[in-house]
């Protein structure tokens, strides 16, 4: 059974757009704040956006103007649209509840290359 479940990442040229996704089990999504990270090799894991339940957002400082997290409701489905990608954004992102976070899932790597 599903409770956390990202996809979508992959390896990029600096410049580039990627959009990942993650499927969440509904009793963890619904009216739940979430919450995507990302966690660099040899670095904590931060968090890089949030968005609530009807849609309002906040965005960590290095990726506002680039990224936006979005959400579907119906699919219990969070997205993070990334563009104009740097070597500094290579890391594994995880999405997950704010606050009250659940097991963390596996996780998608995603790699800027320069």
């Known amino acids: 059974q599903v409770q956390l479940a990202e996809s979508g990442g992959g390896l990029v040229q600096a410049g580039g757009s990627l959009r990942i996704s993650c499927a969440a089990s509904r009793s963890i999504f619904t009216m739940a704040i979430m919450g995507w990270y990302r966690q660099a090799p040899g670095k904590q894991r931060e968090l890089v956006a949030s968005?609530?339940?009807?849609?309002?957002?906040n965005y960590a400082d290095s990726v506002k103007g680039r990224f936006t997290i979005s959400r579907d409701n119906a699919k219990n489905t969070v997205y993070l649209q990334m563009n104009s990608l740097k070597p500094e954004d290579t890391a594994v992102y995880y999405c997950?509840?704010?606050?009250?976070?659940?097991?963390w899932g596996q996780g998608t790597q995603v790699t800027v290359s320069s």
């Open positions: 968005i609530a339940q009807f849609g309002s957002t």
């Open positions: 997950n509840r704010i606050p009250r976070a659940v097991n």
